[in-house]
């Protein structure tokens, strides 16, 4: 099966830069998703990382090290609208479709 | 263009009665998920289906638990004999490629 590990809060001020961590323990690996998700809305998409290093886009990076099955994603100049749950997601391997499991989520707050 | 469109956007129903919530995907995407959020939580795996392939069951908690897809197209997640722990946010995804997944508005589904 699949564990992956998020931390459950994080506070950070405006302005700032944040990194938000996941881990996860899977007997092989397939992608690793980051989520945005504004309280009572759908998770939008924000990156897909299969290979190591860092995939930069705009305010936002994620980085992945396969060996160590560890992922962060980066925010950087924060704006109050960034203030959200952040999910890490992986693909299971073991499944011959597309099985996408989620972990439980970053609530990421923003203070002026 | 059209995103993910699911209906009810609200359901409120009594313990033990059936439920069917509908899902349309995206034209075109093969790859369509169900998700369960319960309040604060991240996302549950429910069902995954992949073009004419026998969809992914394994995330269903349940034999009250249902779903098919007619046409490779619109989705139904059908919940039996509803038990108040069912009370959840279902959120359902489609995706062109099982790589990033766009999601609907949710139904959010009360038992009383």
């Known amino acids: 099966g699949q564990n992956i590990d998020q931390p459950t809060e994080m506070t950070a001020t405006e302005g700032a830069i944040v990194q938000i961590n996941c881990t996860y323990q899977t007997s092989g690996f397939n992608g690793l998703f980051w989520y945005q998700q504004h309280a009572g809305e759908a998770p939008t998409f924000l990156s897909y990382n299969v290979l190591d290093g860092l995939e930069e886009k705009g305010r936002f990076s994620s980085f992945l090290s396969r060996s160590k099955g560890y992922s962060y994603l980066l925010l950087k100049e924060l704006q109050m609208k960034d203030s959200a749950s952040y999910l890490c997601?992986?693909?299971?391997?073991?499944?011959?479709?597309?099985?996408?499991?989620f972990g439980s989520g970053t609530r990421l707050s923003i203070r002026p | 263009g059209a995103g993910v469109s699911q209906s009810p956007s609200n359901k409120v129903t009594e313990k033990g009665k059936d439920v069917e919530l509908r899902c349309d995907p995206i034209s075109g995407h093969t790859a369509l998920y169900w998700y369960r959020q319960s309040l604060g939580q991240g996302l549950e795996f429910l069902i995954y289906?992949?073009?004419?392939?026998?969809?992914?069951k394994s995330g269903l908690p349940s034999d009250r638990f249902s779903a098919e897809r007619t046409g490779g197209s619109v989705s139904t997640l059908t919940i039996q004999r509803t038990q108040q722990e069912d009370s959840a946010v279902y959120l359902c995804?489609?995706?062109?490629?099982?790589?990033?997944?766009?999601f609907g508005p949710g139904t959010r589904l009360t038992v009383t």
């Open positions: 289906f992949q073009g004419n392939s026998a969809p992914d």
């Open positions: 995804a489609s995706s062109p490629s099982g790589q990033e997944q766009y």
């Open positions: 997601a992986v693909r299971d391997p073991n499944s011959s479709a597309s099985k996408i499991i």
